[in-house]
């Protein structure tokens, strides 16, 4: 799978990413979903954490852990592989990305604290307005942050802290001309620094699908609040399906699916199976 460098692509290419990144992850449903449910169960626990610095930084580092796992899933499906659980698993490489990923944002979100205060507040009273959470337990004693409930599960755990923070992600990706890198380091496992470089190449030369996924990406929030946070739980591994294609769009010079899809009944074989 040799990269062929950044090209230009028609304006409204944008749109077919988001359909074509659907279409892979629909080819091989149950293998998605075995996956989508890890991914679930991991930003579970991480939501119980009591530290909410530690527990916040947890879910950017599994959000960029989620979208490298599922840019390896939706490269598999693409390209006809049968891999198995193994082949999809995040590798140190990509932990350290992650981690950098999230040290990033993190910076970021402390930086924009005495923003962040008000809107923190302003979610406090409407939940305790509408009778999803006091300020105090039925013994009297102080009650845990709204955020740590799992009463509040329906809109923040998983999908509404989960949609946020891959938000997050993609934007922080966006705003610094990196959205190709994840896809690029996955499949390619280039040094850092050209790797960079290359993702910023491709903005200059395809500014209007650029602009395109933005203005996606500034109406989920409002997709997370319409749908109570539900649409959080399918939002990492559609978005790792879209980086996939976009990069394999830009970079590989393959616009559309390679083949047909596999029987799910063989989705997962032993690690090592001859491809």
């Known amino acids: 799978m040799p990269a062929l460098g950044p090209r230009q692509v028609e304006p409204d290419a944008w749109q077919e990413w988001l359909k074509e990144g659907a279409t892979l992850l629909g080819r091989r449903p149950m293998l998605t979903l075995k996956w989508t449910v890890v991914s679930l169960f991991l930003f579970y626990m991480s939501h119980r954490m009591s530290w909410p610095e530690f527990r916040y930084s947890s879910h950017f580092f599994l959000v960029g852990l989620g979208l490298m796992l599922f840019i390896r899933l939706a490269s598999a499906v693409d390209n006809r592989r049968r891999t198995g659980w193994r082949d999809l698993l995040p590798t140190n490489r990509d932990a350290v990305l992650a981690l950098g990923l999230a040290a990033a944002l993190f910076a970021i979100l402390t930086a924009l604290g005495a923003m962040l205060g008000p809107l923190a507040d302003a979610f406090r009273q409407t939940v305790e307005g509408f009778g999803l959470w006091s300020p105090v337990t039925a013994e009297g004693l102080p009650a845990p942050p709204p955020l740590s409930q799992l009463l509040l599960g329906p809109v923040l755990v998983p999908g509404g ?92 010079g393959e616009a559309e699916a390679a083949g047909e899809p596999l029987d799910d009944d063989a989705e997962e074989l032993p690690h090592g199976y001859p491809r």
Do not use: K
């Not at 705003?175 to 190709?180: I, L, V």
């Open 161 to 252: 802290t989960v949609g946020l923070a891959l938000v997050a992600s993609l934007a922080l990706l966006l705003a610094f001309g990196q959205f190709f890198l994840l896809p690029m380091m996955v499949l390619h496992q280039p040094p850092l620094p050209p790797a960079m470089v290359m993702s910023a190449r491709a903005y200059p030369l395809n500014p209007v699908p650029i602009m395109g996924l933005s203005g996606v990406l500034m109406l989920a929030p409002l997709l997370l609040v319409i749908s109570l946070g539900w649409v959080g739980m399918v939002v990492v591994p559609y978005a790792g399906s879209v980086l996939y294609v976009a990069y394999r769009d830009v970079f590989l």
